[in-house]
């Protein structure tokens, strides 16, 4: 089976919001709305301070409470990579999805349905990387099947240590970040 | 180590977890309180013909029928109000998502308006009865033992999914600790239940009937009561997540309105008035059933919005 995820390295990124722009030009998101964000985290006490920036999306959890709970089926899982996508046509505007999801990834459109990042599966199926991963400047975000052991992202996350976003809401996400 | 500091640039609409307004609130405190009312009359149908005969309402009678009817219709007006992509609200009929409660909500909400409107047919207030003679001839049905047991039980049924379903509704959410409790089912029910006896209890025009509602509401109230404590503690002694969504009732933004209005207004003086007036002590009065009321509506917003305010924290 084909799981994509995503590999983000919190040692390169700068958060430059190049990703956040790439998203926004490709997907159209309208005005106040963005499928993907930055986070700084900082931990430690002054003067031994560290911060760590990470670009955040939509997981697309193995198990994903927001697909669960839509009452019309339009949160579904894509059958190809597993990637968790939204029937505009079929959603009712309910936002039992948005309630449910941890990570609040999602948002109503303006147009009445609910919407979030897609991983660009409209460029995915044409062989291309999402439009985030592809315009990285410093090339800190991977893309790939995660049940591939060859893979890319499969290699970075047997080499290096990683985490994710709160696993304990046991969602099981798939974007990783290495540390 | 968790940050000390965190900061996103998210800032759409809804990132700040209140997606849920007023109107599913005012969805929930209607579908328990109808569900209330369904499972009385079902238990009062089974019983037996009602009292006397008498006119007006009694738990038997279509009264509490039509004020289900009317229950529910504002209840789904409220949910409708709630949609953001209106015009594709017949998609949730076209599907059944065994996994979605909501979806599970949608097709009881059909269940239950045949047997309201039948509970109405089988025993028509006296004026449309008069004006419809053809539902004069089906109300003699009603007179039929096993019409008016089959109907009780179905009532009942109807009743039991959607009281459930209300509460499994938002404890099946699984980004909202406040709400992941198998407990907010039971409590839901059992709120539902209370305010259903509450309303039928200042309905009633048989003494005796208002009497045994008296009693049972004061045994609703008490379970009630645990449920609540049970709630809490179970939160209070789960993971940091949970013990935090619980703060927001034990000390945090809704801590006052949740004690002095659901539970004080809401359970403790109402059982307090009512184990008096059942006592013989005090005159029975309108008071107890509305302070049922107002603390049911008023749990349903505390936990709607509670609920949403708690979440999974990155700090
Ligand atoms: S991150 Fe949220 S929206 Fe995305 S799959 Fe997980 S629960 Fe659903
Ligand atoms: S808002 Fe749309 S996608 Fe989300 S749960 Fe409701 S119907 Fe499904």
Redesign the interface.
């Known amino acids: 089976m084909t799981r994509l995820g995503m590999v983000i390295d919190t040692r390169r990124c700068v958060g430059c919001?190049d990703c956040?722009v790439a998203c926004k030009t490709e997907n159209r998101t309208p005005e106040?709305?963005?499928r993907d964000?930055?986070?700084?985290?900082?931990?430690?006490?002054f003067p031994t301070l560290s911060m760590?920036i990470q670009s955040?999306r939509c997981n697309h959890c193995d198990d994903p409470?927001c697909v669960?709970?839509?009452?019309?089926?339009?949160s579904h899982v894509h059958p190809w990579g597993g990637v968790v996508l939204i029937d505009h046509?079929?959603?009712?505007?309910?936002?039992?999805c948005?309630?449910?999801?941890?990570y609040?990834a999602?948002?109503?459109h303006p147009?009445?349905?609910a919407d979030k990042c897609t991983f660009c599966i409209h460029r995915v199926e044409r062989g291309q990387d999402p439009a985030c991963v592809s315009v990285c400047p410093t090339h800190c975000m991977h893309f790939g099947d995660l049940d591939d052991p060859e893979s890319e992202v499969s290699r970075l996350l047997a080499s290096r240590p990683h985490h994710a976003?709160?696993p304990?809401?046991?969602?099981g996400p798939r974007i990783f970040y290495l540390d | 180590m968790s940050p000390s500091e965190f900061v996103s640039t998210s800032h759409h609409p809804l990132a700040d977890g209140h997606a849920w307004g007023w109107e599913i609130a005012v969805y929930l405190f209607l579908g328990g309180f109808t569900a209330g009312l369904l499972v009385l009359s079902g238990l009062a149908r089974r019983r037996g013909p009602r009292a006397t005969g008498e006119p007006g309402f009694a738990l038997a009678s279509s009264g509490l029928s039509i004020v289900g009817l009317g229950a529910i219709s504002l209840g789904m007006l409220a949910l409708f109000l709630d949609l953001a992509h209106k015009p594709f609200v017949w998609r949730l009929y076209v599907t059944m998502e065994p996994r979605s409660p909501m979806s599970w909500g949608a097709w009881i909400l059909l269940l239950v308006y045949p047997v309201l409107l039948t509970g109405i047919a089988l025993d028509p207030p006296r004026a449309l009865r008069d004006r419809v003679p053809a539902l004069a001839r089906l109300a003699r049905y009603a007179e039929d033992e096993r019409v008016r047991r089959g109907l009780g039980l179905a009532s009942i049924a109807a009743g039991l999914a959607l009281g459930v379903y209300t509460g499994i509704l938002l404890s099946a959410l699984g980004a909202r600790p406040l709400w992941s409790s198998g407990l907010l089912g039971p409590l839901f029910l059992v709120s539902g239940l209370s305010t259903g006896a509450a309303f039928a209890h200042m309905a009633s025009p048989l003494a005796e009937e208002r009497h045994r509602l008296a009693r049972l509401d004061n045994l609703l109230i008490a379970v009630e009561l645990a449920l609540i404590a049970l709630y809490l503690i179970g939160l209070a002694s789960s993971t940091e997540a949970h013990a935090e969504a619980a703060k927001l009732l034990l000390g945090g933004p809704y801590t006052a309105v949740f004690w002095v209005v659901v539970v004080g207004v809401g359970l403790v003086a109402p059982l307090a008035i009512q184990a008096l007036t059942v006592a013989g002590r005090i005159a029975p009065t309108h008071v107890a059933p509305v302070l049922v009321l107002i603390g049911g509506i008023v749990l349903r917003f505390v936990l709607v919005f509670a609920g949403q305010a708690s979440h999974w924290s990155r700090l």
Not at chain 1, 37 to 45: F, L, S, V
Not at chain 1, 98 to 102: F, G, L, N, R, T
Request: proline share 6%; glycine share 12%; with cysteine.
């Open positions: 919001q956040v106040g709305y963005n964000w930055i986070t700084y985290a900082t931990k430690g006490r760590t955040e409470p669960s709970c839509c009452p019309t089926g339009a046509d079929a959603c009712i505007g309910c936002k039992a948005v309630v449910s999801c941890p609040d999602r948002y109503i147009d009445g349905y976003n709160l304990e809401a046991g969602t």
